[in-house]
């Protein structure tokens, strides 16, 4: 049982590239979730699924999009990374979101030169 | 003024003493309260969930809610070098509210 699996671990862009970050999870949740951790900033959510077919913006959605493939995947496009998007990006996952549990994958640390 | 503060830290003890890491809020409809554990490089990973105010023990660890207060305690009893980590507390007022997380005490515990 893998729980929640992020590809890939580590990515260093130049500004203006673009790239997408996988994120599967096999424990059947319904709602699955980005954020990104910066220092002294804490985890800030970034989109959110709530179920297969469903996104919504969280609180810094800018720069951002997002696709719910299917239960399992659901991806975060960055479209024309800048430098203020480097940072270590979560997913996670709940049974759905009423249920406060998330659970979160390892992180992918995205470096923007 | 951040809805959740905590206190960032770092924190250092020795080995076998009694930690307490805590976290203030201010939104009073946060009423489900949970703490995280993230080793370095890793993703954080759930390790205590309370409901409402009270104590939840499990193991050398002891979660304490005082919603009167908006104040939440960790207790790690006996610390272990392995407890080494950063501990994030996450609260939400439940019904498909969202996380809100503290930015993380980084905890070292030394042999």
């Known amino acids: 049982n893998a729980g929640v699996t992020q590809t890939p671990k580590f990515q260093v862009l130049k500004t203006g590239q673009s790239m997408t970050l996988q994120c599967a999870q096999d424990m059947n949740h319904n709602s699955m979730y980005w954020y990104r951790q910066d220092p002294g900033m804490g985890l800030r959510l970034i989109y959110y699924s709530a179920s297969e077919g469903t996104t919504d913006k969280g609180e810094v959605p800018n720069g951002y999009n997002v696709s719910r493939l299917n239960k399992r995947e659901f991806s975060l496009r960055l479209e024309s990374a800048a430098p203020s998007q480097t940072s270590v990006y979560f997913c996670?996952?709940?049974?759905?979101?009423?249920?406060?549990?998330?659970?979160f994958g390892p992180g992918t640390r995205l470096t923007v030169l | 003024q951040k809805e959740v503060e905590q206190d960032p830290g770092p924190l250092s003890v020795p080995e076998g003493a009694i930690v307490s890491l805590n976290c203030t809020y201010s939104?009073?409809?946060?009423?489900?309260f949970m703490w995280y554990r993230q080793y370095s490089r890793k993703g954080p990973e759930l390790l205590m969930y309370?409901?409402?105010?009270g104590n939840k023990e499990d193991g050398r660890f002891t979660a304490q809610v005082d919603k009167s207060s908006k104040y939440i305690s960790l207790f790690i009893r006996d610390s272990q070098p392995s407890d080494s980590a950063t501990y994030l507390c996450?609260?939400?007022?439940?019904?498909?509210?969202?996380?809100?997380f503290g930015t993380g005490t980084q905890l070292k515990v030394e042999l």
């Open positions: 996670a996952s709940s049974v759905s979101l009423a249920a406060d549990t998330q659970y």
């Open positions: 996450a609260m939400s007022g439940g019904g498909g509210n969202k996380l809100t």
């Open positions: 939104n009073s409809a946060f009423q489900y």
């Open positions: 309370t409901y409402s105010s």
